[in-house]
């Protein structure tokens, strides 16, 4: 995650787990375990909150462009 910059999402999905498992691991055990490293990632974790909308808004304005097209 701190390398690339990964959401929970894509992180779940390259361990092939759940995004609640992800975030259980990494707000709850990372904390304990390595406070440092818990530190750069809920850096992470907050920046994708802060532009979750923005995702969210291009991923619906690329949905209806391409609906338009096949009309």
């Given at each position: 995650m701190v390398q690339n910059g990964a959401t929970v999402r894509e992180t779940a999905r390259i361990f092939g787990t759940s995004k609640s498992t992800v975030?259980?691991?990494?707000?709850?055990?990372?904390?304990?375990?390595?406070?440092?490293?818990y530190a750069e990632v809920r850096r992470v974790l907050d920046t994708n909150k802060?532009?979750?909308?923005?995702?969210?808004?291009?991923a619906t304005r690329e949905k209806y462009l391409h609906e338009r097209e096949e009309t």
């Open positions: 975030h259980k691991l990494v707000t709850g055990r990372l904390k304990r375990a390595d406070p440092t490293l802060a532009e979750r909308h923005i995702r969210g808004g291009l």
